[in-house]
């Protein structure tokens, strides 16, 4: 834990019903950079990130924000809280109803009194900042999905947010738009100075981008450090992970068919 | 035997959570009517959507159902040589029953379906957390439009439906069978009373209640009990959503009936 850190988590727990997904996690948030959380698919990335955005509870006292417990926070306080934060999910959760500009233009219609040319104009310029102001009046429908994950972020942005946090930014995009989307992230941190928390699974994306690495696995803290200590750490599931390879413990391919067809052929009778 | 019991135990325990679930979204779809943002223009998007939409499959139900009203009672009435009264079976049947629950019915099934479908869409593509996360609460935002749009639609579909039902059984018993036209339109007008619309109204604002408390609610938590976000569990919910809709009419129908009567 730091002393500048924006959000502390403190021996987090996590469950869906009786079954725990993650497993006493201690870490802490700097401000000002770019964090990214991986592991391997399953390993409760998501589930941390959920915490982190209110979005699953949090026992009292294992999660703080700026100090503050956000296990005690009333629905008020939480509404504050995420007035100060923007989302990205996967798949950008566009309302398929509304235009991209419509979609961009919601939190400022719901918690400003700007008039209708001003939002056109804040979410005109959101949108020319990702790359997609050409496509205002276009429907979610009819854009890529990695359009979609760009119109996602213009209206993640579009307050102004402190935090941002982003949910498998590059997932089904090309190398080139992931690319792209990950400088974006990079200049949303230099140019506004944005605290930035991504979950991603890409290695090549997380060390492209990252200040501080989280790697999780199986609900359980593996690793927290820079790209550079994470890269030289000497821990062997670290290591597993990067150079993504599967557990040498597992059996391969070959060996599991010939356990399953000689106990199949032993239930059978036949040698 | 101790498997049962559990079995029987957990089966109880996620029942009554599921109540106690659905009570706590009523009072959040209540209260979401008195907070931000403002509902004007979405609630009139809604009232499109859910009345106008529906006048075609209303008023084909109402006219089908009351020329069936018409041949039915005029068979029943010329048993005891009453012919003239069929006006006013048609229209106290149309007005104090089969208006509302039948406007119901039909609006559960084109209307709520589809709000339950569109919210189970919304849960699985995570577009109800993103409105979560942009400090809007999705009770106010989504569901309090479609509640207030309801109330002001249903009633004045069940009065549309009534309507179109009266002409139906007025095409039946004077086109068909003879009646004078005088006597079919002074039959309803004796015989209807302000409590009989009264009734009729009372009907279609608690199934407009109803309506929209359980398909938003099937809608609304798609998929979260399974913990499972997929096409499956948004079919399964707009399944239950109409099934449990449809006999909650059905039973909230008997209940004012025998408390107004």
Known sequence: MCDSCLIDVRGLDSYYGNRQVLFDIRVGIPRNRITVIMGMSGCGKTTLLRHLIGLKPSPPGQLLVDNEDMGQFDPARMSKFRRRIGVLFQSGALFNSMTVGENVAVPLKVHTRLSQSTIRIITTIKLHQVGLSEFIDYMPSQLSGGMQKRAGLARSLVMDPEILFVDEPSSGLDPITAAGLDNLILELRDALGMTIIVVTHELDSAFHIADQMIVLDAGRLLSVGTPQEIRASRDERVAQFLKRQADPKQEDNDAYIKRLVGERSRKVGVQ | ?261
């Open chain 2, 1 to 261: 035997m101790l498997q049962h019991i559990r079995a029987l135990g957990a089966v109880t325990m996620y029942g009554v959570g599921s109540v106690g679930r659905m009570g706590i979204y009523f009072s959040h779809m209540l209260r979401g009517i008195f907070r931000p943002p403002g509902k004007l223009w979405p609630t009139v998007k809604q009232i499109e959507f859910i009345g106008a939409r529906s006048l075609f499959v209303i008023g084909f139900t109402a006219l089908s159902t009351g020329m069936v009203l018409g041949l039915q009672g005029h068979y029943t009435l010329s048993k005891f040589g009453s012919e003239s009264l069929l006006g006013a079976a048609v229209a106290l049947s149309l007005i104090r029953e089969l208006g509302p629950v039948l406007t119901g019915l039909m609006v559960t099934g084109r209307a709520g379906s589809a709000m339950c479908a569109e919210l189970g869409i919304m849960r699985i593509d995570e577009q109800i957390d993103a409105l979560e996360c942009m400090a809007i609460d999705p009770h106010a935002y989504l569901i309090a439009p479609r509640l207030l749009a309801s109330l002001i639609a249903l009633p004045l579909l069940t009065a549309f439906c009534d309507v179109i039902g009266i002409f139906g059984g007025y095409l039946v018993g004077v086109g068909l069978f003879g009646l004078t036209p005088g006597v079919y339109m002074d039959s309803v007008q004796t015989s209807v009373e302000w409590q009989d619309v009264y009734m009729g109204t009372v009907k279609s604002l608690c199934f407009a209640v109803l309506v929209i408390w359980i398909c938003t609610y099937k809608g609304y938590y798609t998929g979260v009990d399974e913990g499972s976000f997929g096409p499956e569990q948004v079919s399964q919910a707009t399944t239950k959503a109409v099934v449990l809709s449809s006999i909650s009419i059905l039973l909230c129908d008997y209940i004012v009936t025998s408390i107004m009567t």
